[in-house]
């Protein structure tokens, strides 16, 4: 099974838990990188503003094609609750999604509810069954046990 393993990370926690995940499953990371934040700042008024209104960064890379893959794992941070605008503007670049599987996972402080249904509901709308869902807040981002689960979980999406 190929795995591609897409996230966004401003401060290390979703990249580091992508990291895991490539180790365990040897997919490949295609890290998605925000043009629009230049300080902590800004990424806490303008970005929290654009993630609670579901709204697209201009990121990098600007297409995002799985047609090659079996299987997707989507991180996202959480910000004001929502995925980042970073994540969004992945979902809306990916190219070949359609009938795909997706695990998705997002790292918070502390608490995140909404976070990952609704990036699901985004990614529902471009034909991908979403497969897992997993939220790991800051004790959850250092805690093999949990980050082993959602492995299992990925190991048992698509086909061998
Ligand atoms: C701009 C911003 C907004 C955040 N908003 C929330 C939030 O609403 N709820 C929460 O539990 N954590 C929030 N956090 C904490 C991050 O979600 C958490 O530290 C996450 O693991 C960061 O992932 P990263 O290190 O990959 O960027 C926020 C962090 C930032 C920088």
Redesign the pocket.
Same mark, same amino acid.
């Given at each position: 099974m190929k795995t591609s393993i897409i996230y966004h &990370?401003? &401060? *290390? !926690? #979703?990249?580091g838990v992508a990291e895991q995940i490539q180790k365990a499953c040897d997919g490949d990371l295609i890290e998605v990188r925000s043009k629009e934040y230049s300080s902590?700042l800004t990424?806490?008024t303008i *970005? +929290?503003y654009r993630a609670m209104k579901g709204m697209c960064d201009r990121i990098e890379p600007e297409i995002i094609d799985v047609s090659s893959y079996d299987c997707m794992v989507i991180g996202t941070? @959480?910000?004001? *609750?929502r995925a980042t605008p970073a994540i969004n503007a992945a979902v809306a670049a990916l190219a070949g999604c359609e009938g795909k599987r997706a695990i998705i996972y997002a #790292? +918070? *402080?502390? !608490?995140?509810p909404e976070t990952t249904p609704i990036l699901k509901k985004a990614l529902e709308a471009r034909g991908v069954t979403v497969a897992g869902e997993f939220v790991f807040?800051?004790a959850g @981002?250092r805690d093999p046990g949990r980050i082993n689960a959602m492995i299992a979980s990925i190991k048992a999406t698509g086909p061998e």
């Amino acid at each position: 099974m190929k795995t591609s393993i897409i996230y966004h &990370s401003y &401060s *290390g !926690n #979703t990249r580091g838990v992508a990291e895991q995940i490539q180790k365990a499953c040897d997919g490949d990371l295609i890290e998605v990188r925000s043009k629009e934040y230049s300080s902590r700042l800004t990424a806490y008024t303008i *970005g +929290c503003y654009r993630a609670m209104k579901g709204m697209c960064d201009r990121i990098e890379p600007e297409i995002i094609d799985v047609s090659s893959y079996d299987c997707m794992v989507i991180g996202t941070p @959480v910000w004001a *609750g929502r995925a980042t605008p970073a994540i969004n503007a992945a979902v809306a670049a990916l190219a070949g999604c359609e009938g795909k599987r997706a695990i998705i996972y997002a #790292t +918070c *402080g502390k !608490n995140a509810p909404e976070t990952t249904p609704i990036l699901k509901k985004a990614l529902e709308a471009r034909g991908v069954t979403v497969a897992g869902e997993f939220v790991f807040d800051r004790a959850g @981002v250092r805690d093999p046990g949990r980050i082993n689960a959602m492995i299992a979980s990925i190991k048992a999406t698509g086909p061998e």
